[in-house]
Nanobody
């Protein structure tokens, strides 16, 4: 079994900061891409940021310069530091990990349960 546990969401005023964490645990052989997606009310889930096992990053244009994604490979954990938050950043944020479990010979996508981020104006 593999589990993703997210933490760090909450309510913050515009201009404030939050740090999200997502730890993958269980029968993990290796992790590949890790990232964050978000889904605002009435909208589709959208990519926020990703990071490869080698540390290459990619960001949605709307968060470039404000959000920073990082990872700790030894802990199978991905982080996202969110600064200068705006009301339009309000959404449920989902952790995403592409990993190979020990009981499979291929990698699969796993998702966290989601954490609410609310930015008040």
């Amino acid at each position: 079994q593999v589990q993703l546990v997210e933490s760090g969401g909450g309510l913050v005023q515009a201009g404030g900061s939050l740090r999200l964490s997502c730890a993958a645990s269980g029968s993990i052989f290796s992790t590949n891409v890790m990232g964050w997606y978000r889904q605002a009310p009435g909208k589709q889930r959208a990519l926020v940021a990703t990071i490869t096992s080698g540390g290459s990053t990619d960001y949605a244009d709307s968060v470039k310069g404000r959000f920073t994604i990082s990872r700790d490979n030894a802990k199978n954990t991905v982080y996202m530091q969110m600064n200068s938050l705006k009301p339009e950043d309000t959404a449920v944020y989902y952790c995403y990990v592409n990993l190979r479990a020990t009981f499979l010979r291929w990698a699969e996508d796993y998702w966290g349960q989601g954490t609410q981020v609310t930015v008040s104006s």
